[in-house]
Structure formats: C-alpha cells, structure tokens
C-alpha cells in the first residue's frame, strides 16, 4: 500500500510538473514564496529575482484576464432577449474565455492561488522585501522606488517613512527614483494635472486633465471586465441551493452588477484607503472648463461646463458660467458623450439592481459618489473654477467629522482657573481650533510628575513594548492613570502623586472643554505620562522628528492632501491636548503643519505648566522636532465627545479611586460618630 502511494505520488508530480511547464506563466504566489525563502535564507539577488517575476505575473494575469472578457464579449455579444439565444451566447463566451486565459496562463484548475497571497499582493507586501533585499545589495535607487510604491498604500507605516528619509539623503538617490511602480494610470494623470492647474499652467494641465479622462473611461471598462470573474453568495450555501434556474442566474448577476457599481467608488479610491475621492469624475471637468477658459478656449469650456451640469444639475456656479459662455460664444454647446452614455448606464444599472435586490435581500439607493464642489463667486462674472485639492475633501471627512459638523466653531471660553493664561488662540496660531496656555499647573506639580514618571514608566509603553516607535534616536517611555495609581497602592511610588496625575488630566479636560465651548462632555480617549530622551551618540545629522507630522483621528495623506477618516487612525478622537512638564532640553518644539506636512505653520517650545490643545482632525496635523539632549516630558491626551469610547483603563481608575477614598474615610471617622 506504502509502495502504491509513494508510486501515486510521485506521478502526480511529474503530471503537475508537465501541465506547469506547458503554461506560459508561472504561479505567481510559487514565485512570492521563493522570494521570501531567499530573503530569510540571505540570498538578497535570488530574492529579488524571484520577487520582481511574481510581481510581473501578478500583472500579467490581471490583464490577461481583462483582454480575455473584453474580446470575448465583443466576439459573442447578447442580441435581444431570445432565451435560446442568450444561453447560446453564454456558451460560446464560456468556452472563448477558457481558451484564451489558459492560452496564456494555463490549465486553472491545475493552480489556485490563495486569497490571503492576493490580498498580501493588493496590500503591496512583496514591495517591503524588494526595498530591504535592493538595500543590501546597495542598489538604493531601486530601493527607494520600492520603498516608495510600498508606502503610498501603507501610509501609516512608521518604519517605512524612516526609510525614504534616510533614502533622500543617501548619494546616488534622486527625487525621479522616488516613483509609485503601482500607480494607476488615470489617477497619475489626474494629479499631475491638478499640480501643473495649480501652477496657473493652465494649457498643459488641460492636455493632462484630458489624458486622464480618457485613462478613467479605459480602467472603467477593465474594472467592469473584472467583475465577470466568480462572485461570493454571502449566507447562500450553493451546494444546497433549492431556488430555480432564473433564480440563481439573477442572484449571480446582481452580484456582478453592484460589483461594476461599485467601480464608480474603486475608480476615485487611492491605495490603501476605504473611501473615494468625493466628486472624483466631475471634477474633471470642473477643473477643464476653467482650464479652457483661462487658455481663451470658449468652445471647450462651454462644453465641460455643460458636462459638469450632467452631473451636479442646476449647480449655481457652474450654471452661471455656462451662462457666460454662451454670451460670449453667441451660441449654445453640447454635454460630452463620453459622459451622457456613462450616466445612462449608470443609471440604467441603479435601476436593475432594485429589481435584482430583491433576490439578495439587500436595499439599494444611488451612493453619493459626485457632490458639488463648490465655486466662487466673482463680481465681474468671471467664470468660477475649483480651487484645488480642498474642494475634494474625502467622504468621510465629511460625514464622519465630529468636531467640524456637530460643533458650533467657537472658541474662547472661560479658562475655569484663576492662575491659567491664554498665550496663543487660533489666530495666532495661523490654524483652527488650536489654543496654547500657560501656569496650567505649578514648577512642584511639574517637578513631583516628572519624579512619577521616572518610578513607573516603562520603555515602549502603550506602544508594543517598542523602546524607540517613532525613532531609532530617541526612547520613549509611558505610564496610564492606572498603572501609576496601581504603583501608589503597592507602595512603589508616592500615592498622592498618583492622583496628581489623575487630577491634573481632569484640569485639563475641563479647560478644554470650556475654552472650546463645546455643547457636549468631553470624555478620556487616553491618558498616557510620557518622556521622550535623545539617546547619546546618535543624534549627529539628524534629519528626522521626534514624532512624525501626523493627524490625531485620521490617516494623513501629504502628497494628496487629503486625511482619511478610517482605520487604523483612531476615528472617534475629537481632542487632544499636551501638557508640558519641562524645558531644560534641546529641541522637541511642538509644530503645527499645512496638510503637506512640509509647510509649518505654528511653533510651541514645551516649558512646565504649557498646554497646547486642539482638534483631532485633518485641519490640524502636528508633530514633534527632533529632542537633541535631554529628555522631554509631557501629559499627553486624548478626548472624545462619544461615551461608547471612553478609556476602560480611565474607568478602572476611577473605581480604584472611589475605594481609595472610601478606606480613607473609614480611618479617619470618630466611634462616636458610629454611635
């Protein structure tokens, strides 16, 4: 039996060896995981080698994928509605697409790659191995491409933004290297466009505006081939599936149709990010018409502007300026076709996918994917454009924004406490929603906290146990509330200083919330005692920060400029404030940036008793220079207006607290008074 086995076995191999060797493609998940042998084994060339053939297979599958549909839908197309036809079509289509993929990929059923390869894949992973493996065989140019492509998916990866800055200043590496190998061509255009507009060259942006256009409509119709691929029935077990033909046939194509949908979403998505561009299409030709209008274009103009009404109907701005041309041209234009058919279709599958929800048991209304966005109005009826990167802020910071939607944008309210002074508002600050105070708390209290945090921080607290998170030159150590009053009960460090701590954080929420005016309570996100220290001997040439120009409550994308409302930022912080407990150190100026995170906009040097507060959203990304010597420290904490996220370990403390006081009211009460 043994001897059988062994003898089925080893023919299945050379079966398997024979059908793999007939096809022209390699299995791209083979080729990643002897990549990531050869990396861990330290064979960097072989590493590469492997890793750069999955990628190029990766994409050769894909659009082996996309030709296949698209020529065999256009060889086998459905004429009317004869149901003798129809399957017959479906049959020939079938069969057209089995033979052009194998043709060039080979017998599917000989390999499946795993979903989880094809998510590591979409995630950009094997890009991580690339720029390590181009490191040590010291092709840093490659290295940076790699590191660069990895990064414009993972932009909340702290170690890769480390990386490209060390890339920008190695010899050798020049700003061309630094290019996204993955970037989407409609996409590349539509922000090279937007940078030329913004530049006033007007004439050039048009040219790239148009290209882009036209790399939208092509990747739509590859998006929508792709939906052809399998669909997954949710809560559907297919196996036992008891519902008749047409049934299952409409179910299957529903799937498809909200997956094609759903391109008008994938199409306007950057990587990495779970929402789209806001009025991604529309500005296309939003930005043409003023484009046109500046290059003296009247024709075009009219015509984009007409496009844009396709869209946004009656729009005010767009309305007028179409008016405007029309005076100027003395006649009246046409809407793009390109556009009018893809809202019709558009449309015409809204309307199917009501019919077909019924199958699934889903609800489905027209998604806001295009939303105004809003022109100027100019008293010499010049016609409006948009002003650029700020007029598509992402859905969801619209939607999802707390502080900016829900709360009345005041500031300047009572500072609760007699010693505690204003220093810098909003204005002087050059931003929104930020405010620095002084004399928040004593020199003693600074000095009995900072005392604290030497007995109970730990190295890498509430980051993993990562000694250095934000950089390799600094340590960085943290306590919570808890584990200090935990600490003061054990008799590890002084109990009264434990609540210092504990009262201090709640002074500084209530100033916030005062200062602010806020309607609703302010509640603790986290509460972290924290000190960053220069290590020695690293700090020669430094060129990075303390802590990275980030945003509190979501993913800040620079090169964009946009900030993303979604995980893994903390979505449901709508505060945050620092309290400083020193000064006697080099560097760590606390700093407010534009969305570029490059341009500065305000600067705060800690010193005992400063609190720099403001909101947690994109309007306000911040960071931390450099700590140089010496060591920096600071209450650092985070609010939230929404009581479902309030810090369990702020909860716990209060408990802790309340029995704490229970026990000290117990010993001190007179035994008369039991009487």
């Not at 086998?76 to 990929?105: D, Q």
């Not at 297919?238 to 519902?243: A, D, E, G």
């Not at 005076?327 to 809202?343: M, T």
């Amino acid at each position: 039996m043994d001897s059988c086995s062994r003898i089925y076995g080893f023919l299945t191999c050379i079966i398997q060896t024979l059908l793999l060797s007939s096809a022209s493609l390699e299995p791209f998940d083979l080729l990643y995981h002897n990549g990531v042998q050869e990396f861990y084994n330290g064979d960097y060339a072989k590493a590469v080698h492997f890793m750069e053939r999955a990628l190029d297979t990766f994409s050769e599958v894909r659009r082996t994928r996309i030709r296949c549909r698209l020529k065999c839908r256009e060889h086998h197309a459905f004429e009317g509605f004869a149901t003798e036809k129809v399957f017959e079509v479906i049959l020939h289509r079938a069969n057209c697409l089995n033979n052009c993929i194998e043709g060039r990929i080979g017998l599917q059923s000989v390999h499946k790659v795993s979903e989880d390869v094809i998510q590591e894949f979409n995630r950009r992973i094997p890009y991580n191995y690339l720029q390590l493996a181009y490191r040590k065989l010291g092709k840093l140019d490659k290295a940076a491409s790699a590191a660069h492509t990895y990064f414009q998916a993972n932009p909340e990866h702290v170690e890769m933004s480390e990386h490209l800055e060390q890339y920008k200043v190695q010899k050798g590496v020049k700003e061309e290297h630094f290019i996204d190998r993955e970037s989407r061509p409609h996409q590349r255009a539509f922000f090279a466009a937007v940078k030329l507009y913004d530049q006033e060259n007007y004439e050039e942006s048009a040219l790239l505006f148009e290209e882009a256009l036209a790399e939208y409509f092509r990747a739509d119709e590859e998006c929508r081939a792709l939906c052809e691929g399998p669909q997954i029935f949710e809560e559907q077990d297919h196996v036992l599936y008891k519902y008749s033909l047409y049934e299952l046939i409409s179910d299957h194509y529903t799937q498809v149709l909200h997956c094609e949908h759903e391109c008008v979403r994938d199409l306007a998505t950057r990587p990495s990010r779970l929402s789209p561009m806001e009025n991604y299409l529309p500005l296309h030709y939003d930005y043409l018409q003023f484009a046109y209008f500046q290059a003296g274009k009247y024709e075009e103009a009219l015509e984009c502007a007409l496009t844009y009404l396709l869209f946004h109907q009656g729009e005010e701005f767009m309305t007028e300026n179409v008016e405007y041309y029309k005076e100027e041209l003395g006649h009246d234009g046409q809407p793009r076709q390109e556009a009018e058919k893809y809202l019709r279709r558009h449309k015409q599958e809204l309307e199917l996918l009501v019919i077909g929800s019924r199958n699934l048991g889903v609800n489905y209304t027209e998604g806001s994917y295009w939303r105004s966005s809003g022109g100027r109005e100019d008293a010499n009826r010049i016609p409006s454009g948009t002003d650029g990167w700020m007029d598509y802020v992402p859905i969801s910071a619209k939607k999802n924004t707390t502080v900016l939607d829900m709360q009345e944008q005041l500031e300047g309210g009572s500072l609760l406490f007699e010693n505690v002074r204003l220093t810098m508002n909003s204005l002087s600050l050059n931003g929104s929603q930020r405010v620095v105070l002084d004399d928040v708390i004593s020199e003693e209290e600074c000095a009995e906290l900072r005392h604290l945090a030497h007995g109970v921080s730990v190295a890498g607290d509430g980051y993993k146990g990562k000694m250095s998170p934000h950089t390799p030159n600094e340590k960085f150590e943290g306590a919570t509330v808890l584990k200090t009053f935990k600490y003061g009960y054990e008799g590890r460090v002084p109990l009264k200083s434990a609540r210092l701590f504990y009262d201090v954080s709640e002074k500084a929420r209530r100033i916030v919330e005062s200062y602010f005016r806020l309607n609703s309570t302010l509640h603790f996100s986290y509460t972290h005692l924290v000190c960053r220290t220069a290590i020695t001997g690293q700090q020669e040439q430094r060129n990075d920060l303390s802590h990275p120009i980030h945003a509190d409550n979501c993913l800040l994308d620079p090169e964009a400029h946009e900030c993303w409302k979604e995980p893994p930022a903390y979505t449901y912080r709508d505060y945050s404030a620092l309290l400083y407990l020193n000064g006697d150190f080099e560097g760590g100026e606390f700093i407010f940036t534009e969305m570029d995170a490059k341009t500065i906009t305000a600067s705060v040097k800690p010193r005992c008793g400063r609190l720099v507060g403001f909101s947690s959203g994109g309007e306000n990304p911040h960071g931390v220079r450099a700590v140089t010597r010496g060591q920096r420290c600071a209450v650092a904490i985070w609010f939230t207006l929404d009581p479902l996220y309030r810090e369990l370990e702020r909860l716990q403390a209060d408990d802790v607290l309340q029995a704490l006081d229970e026990q000290h009211r117990q010993q001190h009460i007179n035994p008369k008074d039991e009487l």
